[in-house]
């Protein structure tokens, strides 16, 4: 699998929609809130590469997006428009 850091990571809405929902399920289980820093810090230790396996067009993109290459051809497509 390829690697994307975790900032790259906390930029979809769906992972973190995903890291919501698991924080929901781990503050009830704790009995308050675990906060969304420790939720979304357990979540890609724990959860991120089983979540990226199932969804691998989103993890194509998003390691696409992390690629340094990325930004340049963005900026220089958006200057064609």
Same mark, same amino acid.
Not at 23 to 38: N, P
Not at 41 to 46: A, K, S
Not at 51 to 67: F, I
């Given at each position: 699998?390829?690697?994307?850091?975790?900032?790259?990571?906390?930029?979809?809405?769906?992972?973190?929609?995903?890291?919501?929902?698991?924080?929901?399920?781990?503050?009830?289980?704790?009995?308050?809130?675990?906060?969304?820093?420790? #939720?979304?810090?357990?979540?890609?230790?724990?959860?991120?590469?089983?979540? /990226? !396996?199932?969804?691998? %067009?989103? +993890? #194509?993109?998003?390691?696409?997006?992390?690629?340094?290459?990325?930004?340049? /051809? !963005?900026?220089?497509? %958006?200057? +064609?428009?």
């Amino acid at each position: 699998m390829p690697s994307i850091n975790s900032a790259e990571l906390l930029k979809d809405k769906d992972i973190v929609n995903e890291i919501n929902r698991y924080k929901w399920c781990e503050s009830e289980k704790a009995g308050c809130d675990i906060g969304f820093e420790r #939720a979304s810090r357990e979540w890609i230790n724990t959860c991120s590469k089983q979540y /990226l !396996n199932q969804h691998t %067009k989103k +993890l #194509a993109v998003l390691w696409l997006k992390s690629q340094p290459i990325y930004s340049i /051809l !963005n900026k220089e497509i %958006k200057t +064609l428009r």
